[in-house]
């Protein structure tokens, strides 16, 4: 008589179960698996950026079709808080952020550039204790030539009660962000995103639409050989910026690559190293990137890759708005490569 084995050897395809659980590991799973908990403040956050997911969804909807579609391309012919051109997709994104925000019952204020002063959802502030800060379209300046664009966000916890709708509360460090990130609308379109515990990065499958991920823990390296600079402004720097740009053309090994839309441009820095520089000028010696929706959460992200934010005096982290919209200049990138750049301005001082 045939004995039967205690055991049944039964095949199976590790490949295939990895691809099936990466297929699985959702944006909203990560975020729960990353705070390792399904808390309220837990779902609350996973929910938080599921509904940013979304806006990105809806968002890179409109450009793929922005060609084909009346009212997508072009200017408003109106001027923004900032004082810049507003183009047509600048307002449907930040409309679609606002939108998408009302029905998540956790944000109480939306602040954008686009916006002199906060949003507020009445309905739910009594329970929505969140505020996103965000730049709807980074690199709006692309939109018409079909090139790279992004969206920026940060999400900060509320501090007191806000009875005078000013958000005073905003006004603090950057190390008092929950979670920051982009998205970016390219060849594909990939959500970057960190709560403080390292930084990973998400992919749309549009098949399933849902963003997917694609790697976790992504570490920048010390030192890269770019160099991202709009050398169209090199008469408007102060000395030391111009000289550091005089060092990396004499020096072997840089390559310079700059697109016009600082998300794109800041990816392929975390990937590849290297540095991005937005300085201040001699007359506007405050810069132009805006701390609260573009610097600040940026510093964030590509800190926890192990890399470095400066003013060039200040760490961005540490640096303290006095306004909403407040300005700062920008060193951003690899370490190696950021102190290079701060060597340039400690000579020049």
Known sequence: MAQVPDSLDIPTNHASDQSLDRDCTTL??????QLHSFSADAQDLSALMNRIGLAGKLIARR??????????LGITGEVNVQGETVKKMDVYANEVFISVFKQSGLVCRLASEEMEKPYYIPENCPIGRYTLLYDPIDGSSNTDTNLSLGSIFSIR?????DLDGEATDLLSHGRKQLAAGYILYGPSTMLV???GQGVHSFTL????????????????????????????NFWQWEEPFREYIRYVHRTEGYAARYSGAMVSDIHRILLQGGVFLYPGTVAKPEGKLRLLYESAPLAFLIEQAGGRATTGKTEILDFVATKLHQRTPLIIGSKDDVAKVESFIKQGS
């Open 157 to 161: 916890q509320q501090e007191g009660n």
């Open 193 to 195: 995103y960190t709560l």
């Open 28 to 33: 909203s799973r990560h975020v729960l698996q």
């Open 63 to 72: 450009l793929s079709r922005a060609g084909l579609m009346e009212g997508v």
């Open 205 to 232: 499958d549009p098949s399933l639409g849902e963003f997917i991920l694609s790697e976790e823990n992504i570490q920048m390296p010390a030192h890269g050989a770019i160099y991202s600079v709009n050398e169209g």
